[in-house]
């Protein structure tokens, strides 16, 4: 079987509720599109399709996924299983149950080299 997933991302961890009708229509237009290109291998089992609407991390709870999320109007229109955020979405991105703990450690490891360059950026704007 091959998987198909269609992405809605907010870099942020504070989505936007006002938007997220629109976001779920805009998904459901390109996922109808999808639907109709693969419509003979999803009849016969060999393509499957889902959507999701994720964020890199959850504001609410850093270290959970999405069983601590509290944004109600985003929850309004996307189903349980449609959303990845926190550490779902890192698990789900890294096809792994541990892709959280994958994500923070390789930032806790190398996280210098991300300070060591800011700094260099703001040094270059004092001279």
């Given at each position: 079987?091959?998987?198909?997933?269609l992405?809605?991302l907010?870099?942020?961890?504070?989505?936007?509720?006002?938007?997220?009708r629109?976001?779920?229509?805009?998904?459901?237009?390109?996922y109808?599109?999808?639907?109709?290109?693969?419509?003979?291998q999803?009849?016969?089992?060999?393509?499957?399709?889902s959507i999701?609407?994720?964020?890199?991390?959850?504001?609410?709870s850093?270290?959970?996924?999405?069983?601590?999320?509290?944004q109600?109007?985003?929850?309004n229109?996307?189903a349980?299983?449609?959303?990845l955020?926190?550490?779902?979405?890192?698990?789900?991105?890294?096809?792994?149950?541990?892709?959280?703990k994958?994500?923070?450690?390789?930032?806790?490891?190398?996280?210098?080299?991300?300070?060591?360059s800011?700094?260099?950026?703001?040094?270059?704007?004092?001279n």
């Open positions: 079987v091959t998987y198909l997933s992405l809605e907010k870099a942020g961890g504070d989505l936007d509720n006002k938007k997220a629109s976001e779920k229509e805009a998904i459901l237009e390109q109808a599109i999808l639907v109709s290109e693969y419509a003979k999803i009849e016969n089992g060999t393509v499957e399709i999701f609407f994720a964020t890199a991390y959850n504001k609410d850093l270290d959970s996924g999405s069983e601590n999320w509290k109600g109007s985003v929850i229109f996307f349980t299983d449609e959303l955020i926190g550490k779902d979405f890192w698990n789900f991105i890294c096809d792994d149950k541990n892709g959280w994958i994500i923070t450690s390789a930032y806790k490891e190398n996280s210098h080299f991300i300070a060591n800011l700094q260099k950026v703001i040094e270059s704007f004092k």
